[in-house]
Nanobody, 123 residues
Framework: QVKLVESGGGVVQAGSSLELSCQAS?????QGWWRQTPGKEREFVAS????????DYADSVKGRFSISRDNTKDITYLQMHILKPEDTAVYYC???????????????????WGQGTQVTVST
Protein backbone atom coordinates (compact mmCIF):
# COMPACT_ATOMS: atom_id res chain seq x y z
CA GLN A 1 0.00 0.00 0.00
CA VAL A 2 1.22 3.50 -0.91
CA LYS A 3 0.07 6.61 0.89
CA LEU A 4 -0.09 9.88 -1.02
CA VAL A 5 -0.39 13.28 0.64
CA GLU A 6 -0.98 16.43 -1.39
CA SER A 7 -0.15 19.96 -0.33
CA GLY A 8 0.07 23.43 -1.82
CA GLY A 9 -3.50 24.21 -2.75
CA GLY A 10 -5.05 27.60 -2.09
CA VAL A 11 -6.86 30.61 -3.47
CA VAL A 12 -5.09 32.65 -6.15
CA GLN A 13 -6.00 35.24 -8.73
CA ALA A 14 -6.26 34.48 -12.42
CA GLY A 15 -2.88 34.70 -14.11
CA SER A 16 -1.02 33.61 -11.00
CA SER A 17 1.12 30.55 -10.39
CA LEU A 18 0.87 27.79 -7.80
CA GLU A 19 2.81 24.63 -7.04
CA LEU A 20 1.30 21.44 -5.71
CA SER A 21 3.33 18.70 -4.04
CA CYS A 22 2.58 15.04 -3.50
CA GLN A 23 4.57 13.09 -0.95
CA ALA A 24 4.48 9.33 -1.49
CA SER A 25 5.27 6.78 1.20
CA UNK A 26 7.30 4.84 -1.35
CA UNK A 27 8.35 4.99 -4.99
CA UNK A 28 5.94 3.99 -7.75
CA UNK A 29 6.52 3.65 -11.48
CA UNK A 30 4.07 6.28 -12.66
CA GLN A 31 2.58 9.31 -10.93
CA GLY A 32 -0.19 11.57 -12.05
CA TRP A 33 -2.32 14.55 -11.21
CA TRP A 34 -6.08 14.63 -11.71
CA ARG A 35 -8.73 17.20 -10.87
CA GLN A 36 -12.42 17.24 -10.20
CA THR A 37 -15.16 19.84 -9.88
CA PRO A 38 -18.58 19.20 -8.33
CA GLY A 39 -20.87 17.24 -10.59
CA LYS A 40 -18.16 16.38 -13.09
CA GLU A 41 -15.98 13.38 -13.74
CA ARG A 42 -12.46 13.40 -12.42
CA GLU A 43 -10.25 14.47 -15.29
CA PHE A 44 -6.64 13.79 -16.18
CA VAL A 45 -4.17 16.65 -15.82
CA ALA A 46 -0.65 15.27 -16.12
CA SER A 47 1.42 12.13 -15.67
CA UNK A 48 5.11 11.31 -15.28
CA UNK A 49 7.13 8.11 -15.43
CA UNK A 50 9.68 7.45 -12.71
CA UNK A 51 12.03 5.48 -14.96
CA UNK A 52 12.78 8.03 -17.70
CA UNK A 53 10.84 11.14 -16.73
CA UNK A 54 8.51 10.89 -19.72
CA UNK A 55 5.50 13.17 -19.30
CA ASP A 56 2.01 13.62 -20.69
CA TYR A 57 -0.41 16.52 -20.31
CA ALA A 58 -4.04 17.18 -20.93
CA ASP A 59 -4.54 19.62 -23.80
CA SER A 60 -6.24 22.07 -21.46
CA VAL A 61 -3.07 22.54 -19.39
CA LYS A 62 -0.32 21.94 -21.95
CA GLY A 63 2.11 24.84 -21.99
CA ARG A 64 0.90 26.15 -18.62
CA PHE A 65 1.41 23.23 -16.22
CA SER A 66 4.58 21.24 -15.58
CA ILE A 67 4.86 17.93 -13.75
CA SER A 68 8.13 16.83 -12.21
CA ARG A 69 9.39 14.49 -9.53
CA ASP A 70 12.19 14.21 -7.02
CA ASN A 71 13.10 10.56 -6.97
CA THR A 72 15.32 10.94 -3.92
CA LYS A 73 12.37 12.11 -1.84
CA ASP A 74 9.46 10.39 -3.66
CA ILE A 75 7.76 13.75 -4.23
CA THR A 76 5.83 14.68 -7.36
CA TYR A 77 5.21 18.32 -8.18
CA LEU A 78 2.71 20.12 -10.35
CA GLN A 79 3.72 23.66 -11.25
CA MET A 80 0.76 25.62 -12.52
CA HIS A 81 1.17 28.92 -14.36
CA ILE A 82 -1.21 31.40 -15.97
CA LEU A 83 -4.00 29.95 -13.89
CA LYS A 84 -7.55 30.42 -15.13
CA PRO A 85 -10.87 30.29 -13.25
CA GLU A 86 -11.64 27.05 -15.08
CA ASP A 87 -8.64 25.47 -13.36
CA THR A 88 -10.56 25.68 -10.10
CA ALA A 89 -10.96 22.13 -8.78
CA VAL A 90 -9.88 19.64 -6.20
CA TYR A 91 -6.55 18.28 -7.38
CA TYR A 92 -5.66 14.68 -6.67
CA CYS A 93 -2.33 12.97 -6.75
CA UNK A 94 -2.33 9.41 -8.06
CA UNK A 95 0.22 6.66 -8.52
CA UNK A 96 0.54 3.20 -9.95
CA UNK A 97 3.09 0.43 -9.91
CA UNK A 98 1.05 -2.12 -11.84
CA UNK A 99 0.37 -0.46 -15.20
CA UNK A 100 3.72 -0.36 -16.89
CA UNK A 101 6.42 2.29 -17.04
CA UNK A 102 4.91 4.99 -19.24
CA UNK A 103 2.72 7.97 -18.33
CA UNK A 104 -0.95 7.09 -18.53
CA UNK A 105 -4.28 8.89 -18.82
CA UNK A 106 -6.27 5.83 -17.82
CA UNK A 107 -7.95 6.49 -14.51
CA UNK A 108 -8.35 2.78 -13.86
CA UNK A 109 -4.60 2.29 -14.15
CA UNK A 110 -3.93 4.18 -10.95
CA UNK A 111 -3.76 2.08 -7.81
CA UNK A 112 -3.36 4.81 -5.22
CA TRP A 113 -4.98 8.20 -4.67
CA GLY A 114 -4.45 11.09 -2.32
CA GLN A 115 -7.19 12.93 -0.45
CA GLY A 116 -7.05 15.96 -2.71
CA THR A 117 -6.20 19.63 -2.30
CA GLN A 118 -8.45 22.53 -3.32
CA VAL A 119 -7.27 25.05 -5.88
CA THR A 120 -9.45 28.08 -6.39
CA VAL A 121 -8.69 30.66 -9.08
CA SER A 122 -10.56 33.92 -8.73
CA THR A 123 -11.19 36.50 -11.44
Amino acid sequence: QVKLVESGGGVVQAGSSLELSCQASKRTYVQGWWRQTPGKEREFVASIAWFDGAVDYADSVKGRFSISRDNTKDITYLQMHILKPEDTAVYYCAATDSAGFAPTRARGAYDYWGQGTQVTVST
